[in-house]
């Protein structure tokens, strides 16, 4: 039986889907991905307990190393649990295994020629290293889930968050017992979920020349979420920058750990320009007031923080849906006209300018960019249009 907070890991749509996937006849390694701290492991315990097979889990995120040789004693055991009927296989924290794609190709291949009923299912906390194992060795044999950070309604169904909570707490189940105490909860941010995904998810597994100039970038996209920065200007304000091509190469590994992204201009059918000022978004605002420190009160007396909070809310909720491959997400400027988002899904583009007070109806620019695309749709998220707890409880999806 699930216990009552499993229950709410059982009940996200990605544990629907998980759990269709191993229903049906083996047919791919299923792989769930995803930041630090947003239930993976959970989730995936919460739906084998539901399964009529027997599991065998397994976690690789230990001192010890780990390697092709525990890798196949672990796939053994599941190999013998298999042999009644069918089982599945979880191994936890996969990238750090060393040469686990290679490992996990060779056994999975041998257990389709055998016809052995065995279900893999792969749990990793760094996207970008699983990808490129996956990339490597594993074309064709896996199927892809990502878990992002708990939305609005997730929180509110889990721990009766409302939306100023929300705005300033976050997406974390982990940290929703702690709330009552900011220090605790800021100390909790930082270091089980901070510095554990840089130290052990970045540093010790992706060549970083420059550990203390990453942690900085951080902080400083943490803090200017909802703002745009040269690379010019960042070079400024950081100590021994190197150049920007380390600073965007940093950002990408930020962005691919389910951290900070930066976001590109949109420059027009669906062109990416690589070169253009970063928009640093968060993709959880306790990230934002995390490192801002500054005490809930205080902030939500702010207006023009708490402004760059709303607006780090519904780009956290769009990038989000991204890191899913649901849409993508930009900005956009032309000379001092700008739009807070711009969201792509094939030929839909949807506009969007968040208000965190009533304002004018007049938006300039909104305005010029439908001018210069015709095509595309504009969405007012507070003030006077969409509520923003609406759009926070809106996928996506629907949205285009």
């Given amino acids: 039986m699930l216990n009552t907070m499993s229950k709410f890991f059982y009940q996200r749509p990605h544990a629907a889907i998980l759990r269709e996937r191993l229903n049906e006849p083996r047919r791919f390694i299923q792989v769930v991905a995803g930041p630090r701290q947003v239930g993976k492991t959970t989730l995936v315990l919460s739906v084998m307990e539901q399964l009529e097979h027997p599991a065998v889990y397994a976690s690789a995120d230990e001192p010890a190393l780990r390697g092709p040789g525990w890798l196949a004693q ?4 599941a190999r013998l649990a298999a042999r009644e009927g069918g089982a599945v296989l979880v191994i936890d924290e996969i990238q750090k295994a060393a040469g686990w794609a290679e490992a996990v190709k060779r056994l999975w291949d041998e257990d389709t020629r055998n016809g052995i009923p065995l279900q893999v299912v792969l749990l990793g906390s760094a996207p970008l290293l699983v990808q490129r194992g996956l990339s490597e060795s594993l074309a064709g044999r896996f199927e ?3 878990l992002p950070h708990w939305s609005l309604p ?3 169904a889990a721990f009766g968050f409302g939306l100023e909570e929300f705005l300033f707490f976050g997406g974390y189940p982990g940290a929703a017992p702690l709330v009552r105490d900011e220090i605790r909860w800021r100390n909790y941010i930082r ?7 840089l130290s052990r998810d970045i540093l010790l597994l992706e060549p970083v020349r420059k550990p203390a100039l990453l942690r900085r970038l951080f902080a400083l996209g943490c803090q200017y979420s909802g703002q745009i920065l040269s690379y010019n200007k960042l070079l400024g304000q950081l100590q021994d920058a190197g150049n920007t091509t380390t600073l965007a190469h940093y950002l990408d590994l930020l962005c691919a750990a389910g951290m900070l992204a930066g976001l590109q201009k949109h420059a027009g059918q669906g062109v990416r320009r690589r070169g253009s000022s970063p928009k640093f978004q968060v993709f ?3 990230l934002f007031t995390a490192e801002l420190e500054m005490e809930r009160a205080a902030l939500e007396q702010d207006p023009i923080t708490y402004g760059r909070l709303v607006e780090s809310a519904v780009g956290a909720h769009l990038v989000n849906a991204a890191a899913q491959g649901l849409c993508q997400v930009y900005y956009w400027r032309e000379g001092h006209w700008e739009v807070d988002f711009v969201v792509t899904r094939g030929r839909r583009l949807l506009a ?3 208000k965190s007070a009533p304002s004018s109806a007049t938006l300039p620019g909104i305005d010029r960019f439908l001018a210069a695309f015709p095509q ?5 998220v507070g003030g006077e249009g969409m509520p923003l707890a609406e759009f926070l409880s809106t996928p996506v999806a629907e949205l285009l």
Wanted: no cysteine; hydrophobic share 50%.
């Fill in 74 to 77: 672990q796939w053994q055991r």
């Fill in 154 to 156: 997730e929180m509110q």
């Fill in 191 to 197: 270091e089980a979920l901070i510095e554990t995904t």
């Fill in 352 to 354: 969007i300018e968040v």
């Fill in 376 to 380: 595309a749709q504009a969405l007012l």
């Fill in 144 to 146: 892809m889930l990502y």
């Fill in 284 to 286: 959880n605002t306790a």
